[in-house]
């Protein structure tokens, strides 16, 4: 049987220790934030008091130690997520800049009108708003692949919604609303069949299942580090390097340029740095590097089936609950709860269940759309990560319980 040592998992987090409202903290908002094991926070203390250096540009030693820090986690990246080259690995400041750079680069490239761009109803905001700006300047047209009741895509409406306009599928391999795990390693290959490249929002697979970008064809694949145990402020993009290549640069800056000159045109640097303009969040980059280590050493298979336990008691749990409706029912699931209770805002139950330490989200999930279509504008939403446990479940469930009942 497959076990995670939770204890010893809880032990490398600090903050796990503290009390919220005089109550145990029991942290169950991780697909919003994750909370960051001490060997990340050593990582960032380490790098400030030894060798914060900028990158690249100095001879020093520090620059050099900096440098040589910063390149190795393009390979600890390069390495998480089974990509064939670590030049294919583009530190951004998260999945939402990501999505902008390929909008921005390969969009502009690429789209104009006539073309069609397939996204999804079960889109985190972040993988909606940048297509649809930039078809409001393109004049390209996008398109929505529906879910069904259970929140899952309807993978025939899908087939029938590509065709030969269609340029880009853009979709999230883990919805953060309801926790549906979509099937990208067959959309790669509906899209490919299409000539279509496809974009994977993988901002909720990343901390939860093993990734192989190859395995999945992905053309592009983009997480933050916040919510893989890694720290705010930094992103992946992933794209194959012929793409990349082709791209034109997004962002202008130091970095990403191989000569600038005010007579002739400038010229830029190889990927990835002609996507890296600026000073880049050297110090989280690091700490991102050390996080995905740590869930290296602990293994994504087995947080992967500690934390479907978790689903599965906490769903039961629910069950319970007279007039409360789980939202996202797919079979194929991720640590992530959403639900309603007749009778109870979800504002109210989010505020209530705080002051018993338990720390779940309330609102749209940044997933408007996709709410609306299940006709509510807000659920609660608890989801869970390798450090949390069956006894947490516990206390979330009859918390819960607790405050239902008073709101009622
Ligand atoms: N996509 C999904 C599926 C997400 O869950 C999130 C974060 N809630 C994002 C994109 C955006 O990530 P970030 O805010 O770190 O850029």
């Known amino acids: 049987d497959l076990l995670l040592d939770v204890a010893r998992v809880r032990r490398d987090f600090p903050i796990l220790d503290r009390e919220v409202h005089g109550k145990p903290l029991v942290y169950l908002d991780n697909a919003a934030t994750s909370q960051t094991p001490r060997q990340v926070i050593e990582t960032l203390d380490d790098y400030y008091r030894r060798y914060n250096a900028n990158i690249h540009r100095g001879l020093h030693t520090l620059a050099d130690e900096a440098t040589a820090a910063f390149e190795g986690t393009r390979e600890t990246v390069r390495a998480f997520l089974g990509a064939a080259d670590s030049r294919e690995i583009i530190f951004t400041r998260g999945t939402t800049e990501a999505i902008n750079l390929v909008a921005n680069s390969w969009g502009r490239a690429n789209l104009g009108p006539g073309d069609e761009v397939l996204i999804s109803r079960l889109e985190h905001h972040s993988n909606i708003v940048p297509w649809q700006l930039l078809a409001g300047e393109l004049g390209f047209t996008l398109k929505v692949i529906p879910v069904d009741e259970r929140g899952v895509l309807d993978q025939t409406a899908y087939r029938d919604l590509i065709g030969e306009r269609t340029r880009l599928v853009a979709v999230n391999h883990v919805s953060n609303a309801f926790g549906t795990i979509n099937p990208v390693a067959e959309m790669a290959r509906v899209a490919h069949e299409h000539g279509a490249r496809i974009l994977i929002d993988g901002a909720q697979a990343a901390p939860h299942q093993a990734l192989d970008v190859r395995e999945i064809d992905a053309d592009f694949y983009a997480f933050s580090g916040h919510k893989v145990y890694g720290p705010t402020g930094v992103g992946v993009l992933y794209g194959k390097a012929e793409l990349l290549e082709a791209m034109p640069p997004w962002q202008g800056g130091g970095e990403m340029i191989k000569t600038v000159s005010l007579e002739v045109p400038s010229t830029f640097a190889d990927i990835p740095h002609k996507f890296e303009a600026g000073t880049p969040a050297i110090a989280e980059v690091i700490a991102l590097g050390r996080a995905l280590e740590w869930v290296g050493q602990i293994g994504l298979e087995l947080i992967s089936a500690w934390e479907a336990r978790?689903?599965?008691?906490?769903?039961?749990?629910?069950?319970?609950?007279?007039?409360?409706?789980?939202?996202?029912?797919?079979?194929?699931?991720?640590?992530?709860?959403?639900?309603?209770?007749?009778?109870?805002?979800?504002?109210?139950?989010?505020?209530?269940?705080?002051?018993?330490?338990?720390?779940?989200?309330?609102?749209?999930?940044?997933?408007?759309?996709?709410?609306?279509?299940?006709?509510?504008?807000?659920?609660?939403?608890?989801?869970?990560?390798?450090?949390?446990?069956?006894?947490?479940?516990?206390?979330?469930?009859?918390?819960?319980?607790?405050?239902?009942g008073m709101l009622r």
């Not at 079979?331 to 989010?350: R, T």
């Not at 659920?379 to 979330?396: H, L, Q």
Request: with cysteine; charged share 20%.
């Open 310 to 404: 978790l689903l599965a008691h906490a769903t039961e749990g629910l069950a319970g609950i007279e007039g409360l409706r789980i939202l996202g029912t797919a079979p194929d699931k991720a640590g992530v709860l959403s639900f309603v209770v007749d009778g109870a805002h979800s504002q109210d139950i989010g505020l209530l269940i705080d002051q018993l330490g338990v720390a779940i989200r309330t609102g749209h999930h940044c997933a408007q759309p996709l709410l609306s279509w299940f006709g509510v504008d807000a659920t609660c939403r608890a989801s869970f990560a390798a450090y949390n446990t069956p006894e947490e479940v516990d206390v979330f469930v009859e918390g819960l319980e607790r405050v239902v």
